[in-house]
């Protein structure tokens, strides 16, 4: 299962710095990875992981990449947290949700 986040095209770009940040206050230990085909976040203790695109360390679009098991629960309420602090919001099947 993935979970499209991004903010609104007329909201400035957040920096990697800032989302890792916002990560980490919400108690989740995040380490960025920079491969060839993209940027990926990886939270200590979980399989989840977080795609996130990024241009010259800016980033309006991320997908969180649901391990099985890990759909719901206090890990996706905390990624939730973080990039809402951050003023963006998800997409699923139904449209737009705040975060």
Excluded: C
């Excluded at 976040?41 to 360390?57: A, F, H, K, M, T």
């Amino acid at each position: 299962m993935e979970t499209l986040l991004q903010l609104s095209d007329s909201s400035a770009p957040s920096t990697l710095k800032e989302v890792l940040d916002a990560l980490k206050k919400q108690h989740l230990e995040p380490r960025l990875e920079s491969k060839a085909w993209g940027d990926w976040i990886y939270l200590e203790g979980y399989n989840s992981v977080i795609s996130i695109e990024s241009n010259r360390g800016l980033s309006a679009s991320a997908t969180i990449e649901h391990a099985e098991g890990e759909e719901d629960g206090e890990l996706v309420h905390s990624i939730f947290r973080a990039f809402g602090k951050l003023g963006w919001h998800g997409m699923d099947d139904d449209g737009e949700f705040p975060l």
